[in-house]
């Protein structure tokens, strides 16, 4: 296989300009393809995220304060498949800045949560502390997040920073949040379940729903996030489908022009095939010397073409598509290649070397 790739570049280079037309021809697909349908990827990936930031996979159980839910709804939940997160609420306590008098207050909530990183807090968090978003800091007066928390119930917590809360959460703000660890059947007024996709919010909402276990169901409500998830699946699927026709078009294109050129090579290089031939080269070994041939130019002429098109989307300031684009792109450009150059290949391994090596 090596001698094989060995030979197949050393032929490559003995055509300096067939190979460096092919290249530039792969190099420029390539550029062309990114600069069109990989902006439309990363202009996708962008709206995506922009959807995804209100919730898409959010399933938000509210319930009365004696409506009977508590932290065992949480416990039935952690057995169902294809949940992402799941955090529990407990009923709302006004909290104040305990050094500015008559401060404003903010709700305060505890949450029961085995993955509280996901709600902006550490995994091991300080104990006696209420984690704060940054609107809760501006409302409580503490823009530097340091301060005391006094609240209605007689407590008093110190304050920290949260990092961020997760997306299904900001509805809530502004959000002030103390780890909790439940002791029993603690009181929750919301549950919090992100799907693991936004395709599995409506399967997994009557299973929700279900296992809900209350007295009275009136006393409960579950919202979801269906119709976003809809919106995101079917701009999705518009976008895409954009994006492989253009890319199909333009692979197709320049697969034809390889094979062009492919065929060229061939006819210019039919003495070399017929001495090949009569030395004992087999077909076989002809057809997997062109096809590696056309191999290495066009991943040279991909490599090329994505360093050449992430240099003009950088300076331009345009979003990058990513390396698993680029990395599609390189290989759909590839395949197309070697089915046109499969042609041009089996032309030059049907050489007679008898008749080749009588021309003149």
Same mark, same amino acid.
């Given at each position: 296989m090596t001698a094989l790739v060995r030979e197949a570049w050393a032929a490559a280079r003995s055509q300096g300009v067939a190979s460096s037309l092919t290249c530039l021809l792969v190099a420029a697909v390539v550029v062309a393809i990114t600069l069109t349908s990989g902006r439309t990827v990363a202009a996708q990936q962008e709206v995506l995220r922009s959807i995804d930031s209100v919730g898409t996979r959010a399933i938000v159980v509210r319930a009365d304060t004696d409506s009977g839910l508590t932290t065992g709804f949480l416990q039935r939940l952690r057995a169902v498949d294809q949940i992402a997160w799941l955090g529990g609420l407990s009923p709302i306590v006004d909290g104040r800045n305990a050094g500015v008098p008559d401060a404003a207050g903010v709700p =305060? +909530?505890?949450l029961y949560s085995d993955d509280l990183r996901a709600a902006g807090m550490p995994a091991q968090p300080v104990s006696h502390t209420a984690y704060a978003s940054a609107t809760a800091l501006d409302a409580l007066g503490m823009p530097y997040g340091v301060g005391e928390l006094s609240l209605t119930n007689g407590d008093t &917590?110190? #304050?920290a920073p949260a990092a961020g809360p997760a997306p299904a959460l900001l509805e809530f703000e502004p959000l #002030? &949040? =103390?780890p909790a660890t439940p002791h029993g059947d603690e009181p929750l007024a919301v549950v919090v379940v992100i799907a693991a996709s936004p395709d599995m919010v409506a399967p997994l909402t009557p299973v929700v729903t279900s296992l809900l276990a209350l007295d009275d169901p009136r006393m409960a409500t579950v919202s979801t996030s269906s119709d976003l998830a809809e919106l995101r699946s079917l701009v999705e699927a518009q976008m895409s489908a954009l994006s492989r026709s253009l890319i199909v078009g333009l692979v197709g294109v320049a697969a034809v022009l390889v094979a062009a050129l492919q065929t060229a090579l061939v006819l210019? +290089? +039919?003495?070399? !095939?017929g001495r090949r031939r009569a030395l004992g080269a087999s077909r076989r070994f002809i057809v997997a010397l062109q096809l590696t041939q056309t191999a290495l130019l066009v991943l040279v002429g991909a490599a090329a073409g994505v360093m050449a098109s992430g240099v003009v &989307? $950088? =300076?331009?300031g345009a979003p990058q598509p990513g390396v698993r !684009?680029? &990395? $599609? #792109?390189t290989i759909w450009t590839l395949t197309f290649a070697l089915i046109a150059s499969l042609a041009p290949a089996i032309l030059a391994s049907r050489r007679d070397p008898a008749t080749e090596l009588r021309v003149p």
């Open positions: =305060v +909530r505890q &917590l110190g #304050v #002030v &949040l =103390v210019m +290089r +039919r003495k070399d !095939f &989307l $950088a =300076v331009t !684009f680029s &990395l $599609a #792109v």
